[in-house]
């Protein structure tokens, strides 16, 4: 399959990590997120109903990062990812990369992240 719904950079902040400093505030993060299915009738008949709305799956991703305070990057996308396919039964998978963007590093990285991909069994 072809289709995809690209969201990109939907940026939150969010309890995690194992440090100190990442338990005791938010920090910034950012999420792009692909979601697999078909939504061909949707763009030949111009029909919502057809497709998954994409402002829903950015309020469960909000949600679950705002919700959670998460030791892992991993167990983080990995919620995400889960509750995003558990929103339509036409969701073929989802694709989330969360990244830091200030990993607390002594080195000079941009980010630090993960990339996961959960698909309907």
């Known amino acids: 399959m072809s289709d995809v719904i690209e ?25 792009d997120i ?15 109903t057809e497709t998954t709305d994409y402002a829903a799956v950015l309020e469960i991703a909000s949600r679950v990062t705002r919700d959670g305070a998460f030791l892992l990057l991993e167990t983080l996308a990995y919620r995400v990812a889960r509750e995003i396919l558990a929103l339509d039964p036409s969701i073929t998978s989802v694709m989330v990369a969360a990244r830091k963007l200030r990993p607390p590093v002594a080195l000079d990285v941009a980010t630090a992240g993960v990339r996961c991909v959960v698909s309907r069994a």
């Open 7 to 31: 969201l990109r950079e939907l940026r939150l902040s969010a309890i995690v990590g194992v440090l100190r400093e990442e338990r005791d505030r938010a920090q910034p993060l950012a999420l």
């Open 34 to 48: 692909d979601v697999h299915r078909p939504f061909e009738e949707a763009a030949m008949n111009d029909d919502l």
